[in-house]
């Protein structure tokens, strides 16, 4: 059994939930109020964890998971809402660069989406793992490489549209609330990484009632791919 140690990260129940029914030799652990569940995972030694909601949570989960299980890889799973209009529900968009369009120190003479003070804008995913994700066959389901914006915002039509050139100007693909902050821990501990975002609703009036309708699905989306990028690792 390889020694590599990856690290699974869903931000919700339905994200993580056909991962750890899989999972052998299972342990379950709870720091600081999130979830982790250690074993064996496609042969490799594997923590699956429940991050909760936004860039807070997800980026203490990396860390935890870095920091203390020692992890050498890690994917995170789950769904975003498209915003082009070529990426469908129930598509796949795997992030080669993730960025915070909710970062704005554009006054203090940064760029949109740049970490202040810092080289930091946009988070590129490992290439390995990338190319990995993206050959991945699964049956009438187009996976495709994107920019993921990343922001501690739920965003409706209404709200999509007061951002609607931000979107534009970085490029984004799919909006979605932990990615960015993810790559950012990621990137500081030289950890390679792959986001995998399943497209549950288009970010519109809509919006709400298609997430609460795929989200109860989602879980085995994304199985495959982290399969085959575990096999490879």
Partial sequence: ?????????????????????QMQSKTKRTIAGNIFYEGVLFGKQCVVAKSGVGKVYSSMTTQILISSFGVQKVIFTGLAGSINPNIKIGDI???????????????????????????????DADKNMLKIALKTNIPQTKIIQGVILTGDLFLNHKKQALYKEIFKGLGGDCLEMEGASVAQVCTLNKIPFCIIRIISD??????????????KIVSGKSLQIIENIMKVN
């Fill in 202 to 215: 288009n970010a519109n009036e809509d919006a709400l009632k298609d997430f609460e309708k795929f989200k």
């Fill in 93 to 123: 968009v795997i992030g080669a660069k993730c960025v915070q369009y909710d970062m704005d120190a554009t006054e203090l003479g940064f760029k949109l989406g740049q970490i202040p003070y810092t080289k930091y804008r946009f988070f």
């Fill in 1 to 21: 059994m390889s020694q590599i140690k990856i690290g699974v990260i869903g931000a919700m129940d339905e994200e993580i939930e056909t991962l750890t029914k």
